[in-house]
Structure formats: C-alpha cells, structure tokens
C-alpha cells in the first residue's frame, strides 16, 4: 500500500475529545483548536466522516462545545459522564471508538486517530494489518510512546502552536489593586 498522502485517499478523523482537552490542558494550560486538528487530518484528501467522542455532565455546560464541534462537520457520539458511589467519576470513549473505527474502515484508505491513548495500539494494528493507513494524532510529551511507533504517521499537536488557544486567565482582586 502507498503510504503517501494524496488527494483521492479517503479519510476518516476519531477525535478523542477528552484525552485531547486534558493534555492541552495540562501540558500548556490551553485548549485545543480542533479547526486547526481537523484541517491537518485531512490534509487536503477527501473526507468521508468524522467522529468526536465527547463526555456530557448533568450541568450541560458543554453544549456549546459540542455545537462548535458539530459547526465544524464533526459528529459528536455523547456519553454521560459516570460518577459512581464514594466520588469516583468515569468517562472513557476507548471501546466506541474502536468499534467505530473498524466500522468505517471498509469505505476508507486512511484512519486518523486523533488521541495519545496506548490502549488504541491494538486498534491501529489491527488496521494496519487490514490495509489501512493509520496516522495518530495528539501532544507528544503525553501520548504513549508505542502508539507513536505503531502509527504510518504521527502529528505532534504540541510542535506547532496552531493547534493550541492560550486560556485566558482572569485577574484576581488582588492583580487588579496593584496595578
């Protein structure tokens, strides 16, 4: 198979939302400008679908998140947010993805992960070993070293600053008395 890019290979983008967020988060303090994520995953071929994987709260403060996600062409699949006895929270998209991702494998040349998890290394060599390219996405210094290896290709989100929107950070009571 032709590992190249080029403009009649079909792609598919999964966006793991929440693995993506928390690593801007953590490592720049910033979010993640998923226009910018998109547009590279693509990368001028010909989009066929993509998927968005995304936690919702009982507060619903996100939906204008995933609004501006859906603005974007991408689908959002939505799954509450777990919270279980003694505070513990879950929200893990890893299985939906997956399955998500051999689904549409048959009608694509390219699979684009957009996601550091090293549980999905199973997934990109099962891909790999069906025909397809498989390209990851995500902030280097968080994604696991073997889903970097096992990718075609792998983008790192925290090389460019295009892929990041510094948080503004509000000034306390204390800032604004000094100035």
């Not at 998109?38 to 994987?53: M, N």
Request: charged content about 30%.
């Amino acid at each position: 198979m032709d590992l190249r890019k080029h403009k009649d290979q079909r792609v598919a983008v999964f966006i793991d939302a929440q693995n993506l967020y928390h690593s801007a988060r953590s490592l720049f303090e910033a979010r993640v400008n998923f226009k910018e994520v998109l547009k590279t995953a693509v990368s001028g071929r010909q989009l066929i679908r993509a998927f968005g994987y995304v936690i919702s709260t009982k507060t619903g403060e996100e939906k204008g998140f995933f609004d501006a996600l859906v603005t974007l062409g991408i689908e959002t699949r939505a799954k509450e947010l777990q919270e279980f006895f003694g505070g513990a929270k879950k929200a893990d998209w890893d299985v939906g993805l997956a399955i998500d991702a051999v689904r549409t494998a048959s009608t694509v040349d390219t699979i684009v992960i957009c996601s550091g998890d090293g549980d999905f290394v199973p997934l990109v060599e099962y891909l790999k070993n069906n025909g397809r390219r498989v390209e990851v996405m995500s902030f280097g210094r968080s994604t696991s070293l073997k889903l970097k290896e096992s990718a075609d290709e792998f983008v790192d989100l925290g090389a460019e600053s295009k892929y990041i929107m510094k948080i503004k950070k509000q000034q306390t009571k204390n800032e604004n008395d000094n100035s």
